[in-house]
């Protein structure tokens, strides 16, 4: 290893040599690549949005391509009915009698207003003296608040109950602001369940 | 080899035959243990590769299904030999360059043999189908713990050797081992942190750690440690200095800091973000091979020919082409528009054979072939055996990454042409696969070779040194010599 | 470079760089288990956890490397738009006009409302496509945006969308895969959910894909005698890859968990990242497909 010029191998400079650098050449290659590189990068990476992925290329443009208008809101639904309140009501809204009253052609669905059906199904109702459709619905059972669901689920699944062609429900749909208005104003007010007396009270436009 | 060293210098001086002589018990471990599963490696790359061309191969045990041998063959080839005997070769330039006996050999033959038993129980963990489903990375944990501990002991003493160094200078080859045997650990308790531990992350970050350990295997740990060997034996074999420290510098710097964000395909699973840095890293590497031509072209300037031993100087010079066309290549597969086209084909595959196996493989090959006649003081039992290896090697490697490169590119414009069907994809590869079977078994053919002097050279050592010692300890003592 | 801590600490930075880029910053924006990025289906949990076989056989995909052959990532090149009209309004007079104007076809006033929805532009870019909506909105009709993915990947039935993150969130390990030698396996469980198909296909693929080069995974599957009646599991094999007279061969359980986990492989799910039109829901109280 040491042979007659003395030179370790490691490559440590000789006294007095000069120690040529890099080429200008190479310099400049590194440059433009860089350059490249910064080029690219902020064309194609999204700029660290975790949603932005290729071919999309920022957060904007991904949001123009947002067309579906949310989710279908029958589907959304009628996925929530069938999750929450089909165990009670039945898969055909037919209820069950003597327990649970029907939602299919039912008069509390079908006001034209929902400010009723909107405060039965945030606060619950419980007691007796129900009458749907005229008619007398005996039952001990109540039903529970469901103000635990946000108000794009509640406006969905009430939206879903009052179109539902299949059970002869023609009332129109509901946006998540009425149910958001009206959960504020039964929060101070009435924070218990309602009676049925107190339903039949109420002015379902409010 | 003249192995006489200045004697005007300092009293301490040491020989450079007393460098080598201590690192005779730790190379002996990790060069015929790395030769060992290089052979078993080439082995299984030969079963998986015949069963593209006979799928019903052997397919009838749940051992030797492709997915398994495929993993155990591409880990013996990086974690037995790659890395076991790039550790080697990397603790003698140490010793040398320092100037200095390496510490404690013992404890480095020790890890070693740590580092065998991990890889051992972790292949076998594969083919009973432990594998933990991450690329380069597939032997589980209980191996892991073993292979870490055998690195952590072989490196410890090796940059203890560095620091008993003479000159504290350090030089160019000395920096990119530094690194690289610091770089090793890190990514590799990370990734098995991450990874295989009992509450690994989630979801598709797995991936994402498992591709940058990857790259920085791959390119960065193999870049640092193969370039660290070609830089010293151009300069042991021609008698000359680097052409200039300044380009190994900036060559240094470039892998570090560009080849670790290699690694995310463009077609990941994951945000822009990602991909896009992987290939603007990726792309940059382009620079640490140009900057790698430049210094060696002006070094060899004035002619190559070597003034002894010619075929180390084969393989050494064999490597360093071969590590600049493979990384040329694995820039350009960088560039989104060719990524199209290369990615998720045999054309990635083909790079990667070229950059393990042509590049650091040959490299290793070269520094085992000058090392080990200066460690143990004999020549290699059939010299022939070595030429042969080289040619084999060569031919073997070229064969591969040609035929794999071309059938990638025509796979990946066969995948976009929507005509073709699933089948008929798989069989416009075929040809081209039973192409690289046949220099899969050159190679292993080659590795045969190489094995088979090495085992000769230890029969021949212990012959010589063990035997006349152990037969004058057990003969018969005569009357005379028993004492009273 | 002269010493040993200005290596040490310049391989550290670099490598501190690296990991921050790519493991640490990933995993703070990827890493929390359930993200909401379903803003289409906001009632829908996306993913969903794969059923408890499905889990196991995601255990043998990854003990046997099909991740070595097929991948589990869908690209995709690009996404047009189509105009689809589903209301003409009251003035479809002013409607034909526009569309007349625009070149896309020749309609008159009533031609215009009959047959709806229909789509008046197809595979046009998102700027197009939207000029045209504000065009027909200004004349009273109404109209969805429809998207259209491309991509080679797409275009080969491989998939509705591409591949993203949030497609592995409910998965033990990821596997998206390096290699395809064997088509893309993300939307399977869509495409081939015939459970006999993929059982058949793993114990001997040629019999069901001729000429394939994928290995068979015969071990995964037992060779018995045939009792007193076969068993309702045996697979039913052409005559030259059934098993010799008298014997059947039926799946073993890491068979029946592999096909599980292949049939739960699906991710046409419409996301935020990755926004798609979904199908039409259906218009009764029947259950979605």
């Keep these: 290893m040491n042979s007659a010029t003395n030179q370790p191998a490691s490559g440590a400079p000789r006294e007095g040599a000069k120690d040529p650098t890099v080429p200008i050449w190479l310099i400049v290659v590194l440059f433009l690549l860089v350059f490249w590189g910064g080029v690219y990068f902020d064309e194609h990476s999204g700029w660290f949005e975790p949603q932005v992925y290729s071919p999309y290329v920022s957060a904007e443009q991904l949001k123009t391509f947002q067309v579906a208008g949310g989710p279908d809101i029958m589907d959304q639904g009628r996925q929530i009915y069938e999750r929450t309140c089909i165990t009670c009501h039945g898969p055909a809204a037919a209820g069950q009698p003597g327990t649970f009253p029907p939602l299919a052609g039912s008069d509390w669905v079908n006001e034209k207003e929902p400010g009723r059906m909107i405060r039965l199904v945030l606060q619950g109702f419980s007691g007796p003296g129900l009458k749907v459709n005229g008619q007398p619905f005996n039952t001990s059972s109540a039903m529970v608040p469901w103000n635990s669901l946000s108000d794009d689920d509640l406006a969905a699944v009430i939206t879903y109950v009052r179109g539902n062609k299949d059970w002869k429900n023609t009332a129109p749909a509901v946006t998540p602001e009425q149910v958001h208005a009206i959960r504020a104003k039964i929060a101070a007010a009435h924070p218990l369940s309602f009676t049925p007396a107190e339903l039949e009270a109420i002015n379902p436009a409010e | 080899m003249n192995a006489t060293s200045p004697t005007s210098s300092a009293s301490d001086s040491i020989s450079t035959a007393e460098i080598d002589a201590s690192c005779r018990v730790p190379l002996f471990t990790l060069f015929v243990s790395g030769a060992v599963w290089l052979v078993l490696g080439s082995i299984f790359g030969l079963l998986a590769s015949l069963k593209f061309h006979s799928p019903s191969f052997l397919s009838d045990c749940a051992w030797l299904t492709y997915g398994r041998v495929h993993a155990v063959a591409t880990n013996a080839f990086l974690y037995g030999f790659a890395l076991q005997a790039g550790l080697g070769v990397a603790l003698w330039i140490i010793a040398r360059t320092s100037q200095t006996r390496v510490a404690q050999p013992w404890m480095i033959a020790i890890g070693g043999k740590l580092w065998n038993l991990g890889l051992t129980i972790g292949l076998i963990g594969i083919l009973m189908g432990d594998s933990t489903g991450f690329e380069y990375l597939e032997i589980p944990r209980y191996g892991f713990v073993f292979l870490f501990l055998g690195y952590v002991l072989m490196t410890f003493f090796s940059l203890l050797t560095l620091h008993n160094r003479k000159e504290r200078a350090l030089g160019v080859s000395q920096w990119f081992l530094l690194a690289a045997l610091f770089w090793f650990p890190w990514v590799y308790f990370t990734a098995d942190y991450l990874l295989l531990s009992r509450a690994p992350i989630h979801g598709v970050t797995q991936v994402v750690v498992a591709w940058w350990y990857s790259a920085n295997l791959n390119l960065v740990w193999f870049g640092l440690v193969g370039l660290a060997i070609v830089f010293f034996f151009i300069q042991e074999l021609m008698k000359r200095p680097l052409y200039s420290r300044h380009l190994a510098l900036f060559t240094f710097w470039t892998i570090v800091l560009f080849a670790s964000w290699s690694g995310v395909p463009h077609s990941a699973p994951v945000p822009a973000w990602i991909p896009a840095l992987s290939t603007v890293g990726t792309v940059l590497t382009v620079v640490t091979a140009l900057s790698v031509i430049v210094n060696i072209r002006a070094t060899c300037a004035g002619g190559c020919s070597q003034t002894e031993n010619p075929p180390p100087g084969k393989f050494i010079a064999f490597g360093t082409m071969a590590f600049v066309v493979a990384w040329i290549a694995n820039a350009l597969s960088g560039i989104p528009e060719v990524a199209s086209v290369t990615n998720l084909t045999w054309f990635t595959v083909a790079q990667w054979q070229l950059n393990v196996f042509g590049f650091f493989a040959m490299a290793l090959f070269g520094a085992i072939y000058y090392i080990v006649p200066r460690v143990t003081g004999m020549e290699w039992p059939r010299a022939n055996f070595v030429k042969s290896h080289f040619w084999c090697a060569a031919i073997g490697i070229v064969v591969i990454a040609i035929s794999l490169a071309i059938g990638g590119i025509v796979q990946g414009f066969d995948w976009h042409d929507l005509k073709m069907t699933n089948v008929e994809v798989a069989k416009s590869q075929l040809n081209f696969l039973r192409i690289s079977t046949l220099g899969e078994l050159l190679i292993l053919i080659g590795n045969l070779l190489l094995l088979g002097n090495l085992i000769g050279l230890s029969v021949r050592y212990y012959k010589t040194h063990f035997v006349p010692v152990y037969r004058e300890v057990t003969a018969e003592l005569k009357p005379a010599e028993v004492k009273p | ?289």
């Design chain 3, 1 to 289: 470079m002269r010493y040993g801590p200005y290596v040490f600490l310049a391989a550290f930075f670099a490598l501190a760089v690296s990991w921050f880029g790519f493991v640490l910053t990933p995993q703070v924006q990827l890493g929390r288990p359930v993200q909401e990025t379903n803003t289409v289906m906001k009632a829908d949990l996306y993913p969903q956890e794969r059923p408890g076989e499905a889990r196991q056989g995601l255990e043998i995909y990854r003990a046997n490397g099909c991740a070595y052959c097929h991948s589990q990532q869908v690209q995709q090149k690009g996404t047009l738009v189509n105009v689809v009209l589903t209301d003409a309004g009251k003035k479809t007079m002013d409607v034909a006009k526009v569309l007349n104007d625009e070149h896309l076809g020749s309609f008159s006033g009533p031609g215009v409302a009959a047959g709806l929805p229909k789509t008046l532009l197809q595979n046009a870019t998102m700027d197009q496509a939207v000029a045209l909506q504000s065009l027909l909105k200004n004349a009273g009709a109404k109209t969805d945006l429809h998207l259209v993915p491309i991509g080679s990947d797409i275009e080969r039935g491989w998939g509705k969308r591409r591949t993203v993150a949030q497609d592995f969130a409910a998965d033990a390990t990821v596997m998206p895969g390096s290699l395809r030698v064997g088509p893309d396996l993300a939307n399977v469980g869509e495409r081939l959910p015939d459970m006999n198909w993929q059982l058949m296909h793993l114990y001997a693929p040629r019999s069901v894909v001729k000429d394939s080069p994928m290995p068979s995974y015969a071990f995964l599957f037992e060779r018995r005698k045939i009792g007193s009646q076969p068993l309702a599991d045996a697979l039913a094999l052409p005559k030259e890859f059934a098993p010799a007279e008298g014997y059947e061969i039926v799946p073993k359980p890491e068979a029946k968990a592999l096909v599980a986990y292949l049939q739960s492989l699906r991710s046409d799910t419409p996301l935020y990242e990755a926004p798609l039109t979904p199908p039409p829901a259906p218009k009764t109280n029947a259950p979605a497909k």
